[in-house]
């Protein structure tokens, strides 16, 4: 079956310091990925996606990401954070014409 | 430019009583439309979709049930709320035509049962 894995629940890095948050997939034919940010008591917003071509990335807010079709992942990272990157972070595949699979999520709290 | 909407904003009902979440979506034409639920540390859980106008397909076997009465609009009901409805329900909807398309979200329902 199909299924997004993002391991770390939560991650606290320090404000001006580098961000790399992790998403891996289980999918049998070519995913289309996606990263959405969730601020609390708020809807989704998409960053970036990906379905095919360079497999770097560039989306909104100074993110990016990879994809590496070896590793089955799909990591997002900002080179510097900034405090108003404090989210929620989730990776999703898209299921063919109807669905998307959605990770659990990865919080991010950034400290002066 | 499309928009989506979700009322109420928040909502807080006993058990047992009725619910019915509205979502609409402006500005497009026969869109997907999706419910999720988010409960916390459990990521999006998707409960309904729909690909046209009284076309619903159920995910989660549940006392919820879902309506597309017209195009742009996606209704979630129950008819005797339990505890566990509890949650934050978010509203989607993705155009027709890939399935690279990302959906779109709306500002969510919280919905507490007490």
């Known amino acids: 079956a199909q299924s997004v894995t993002q391991p770390d629940i939560h991650i606290t890095v320090s404000e001006g310091a580098s961000l790399e948050l992790r998403c891996n997939y289980s999918y049998g034919a070519t995913p289309y990925l996606f990263w959405y940010v969730q601020s609390p008591g708020q809807g989704l917003q998409l960053l970036l996606k990906y379905f095919s071509g360079d497999t770097l990335v560039q989306g909104i807010k100074g993110f990016e990401a990879e994809f590496k079709r070896s590793q089955s992942s799909f990591n997002l990272r900002k080179p510097s954070v900034h405090w108003s990157d404090a989210a929620e972070y989730f990776c999703a595949v898209g299921l063919g014409y109807q669905k998307v699979t959605f990770g659990t999520g990865t919080k991010l709290q950034v400290i002066p | 430019s499309q928009t989506i909407h979700q009322w109420p904003a928040t909502l807080v009902q006993p058990v047992g009583s009725p619910l019915s979440l509205e979502c609409t979506v402006e500005g497009t034409s026969n869109p997907n439309l999706y419910w999720y639920r988010q409960a916390a540390g459990r990521g999006l859980q998707l409960l309904f979709y729909?690909?046209?106008?009284?076309?619903i397909s159920s995910e989660v076997p549940q006392n919820l049930s879902a309506s597309r009465p017209q195009d742009r609009q996606f209704i979630l009901s129950s008819k005797k709320l339990l505890l566990s409805d509890s949650g934050f329900y978010l509203c989607a909807w993705r155009l027709l035509g890939g399935s690279y398309n990302e959906q779109f979200f709306g500002p969510g329902t919280r919905l507490t049962v007490l």
């Open positions: 729909s690909v046209g106008i009284g076309q």
